[in-house]
């Protein structure tokens, strides 16, 4: 059974940092393409970050050099670390793995930026 399941959503002041993890099982983590995407009330599902299965990496540009995407296959675990947070980044953070036609999600975690 394909489990993706994302934590380390919350409430945090501009400017702060939070860290989201993924967890996944049910598939061979190593191969695949890892993306982190996020969805703000009213808004389309974006991509913030992704992470392929040799370590490359791609930011969008509201993301670069504030946020950090890596992932650790023995654990089988994708991060996102997010610095200086502004209000703009509020949303429900989502977790996908791709490999070719085949696609996973998690069920996402809330991100608040609000003082």
């Known amino acids: 059974q394909v489990q993706l399941v994302e934590s380390g959503g919350g409430l945090v002041q501009p400017g702060g940092s939070l860290r989201l993890s993924c967890a996944a099982s049910?598939?061979?983590?190593?191969?695949?393409?890892m993306n982190w995407y996020r969805q703000a009330p009213g808004k389309e599902r974006e991509l913030v970050a992704l992470i392929n299965s040799f370590g490359g990496v791609n930011y969008a540009d509201s993301a670069k050099g504030r946020f950090t995407i890596s992932r650790d296959n023995a654990k089988s675990t994708v991060y996102l670390q997010m610095n200086s947070l502004k209000p703009q980044d509020t949303a429900v953070y989502y977790c996908?793995?791709?490999?070719?036609?085949?696609?996973?999600w998690g069920q996402g975690t809330q991100v608040t930026v609000s003082s």
């Open positions: 996908k793995s791709t490999l070719g036609w085949t696609v996973y």
């Open positions: 049910g598939f061979t983590f190593s191969r695949y393409t």
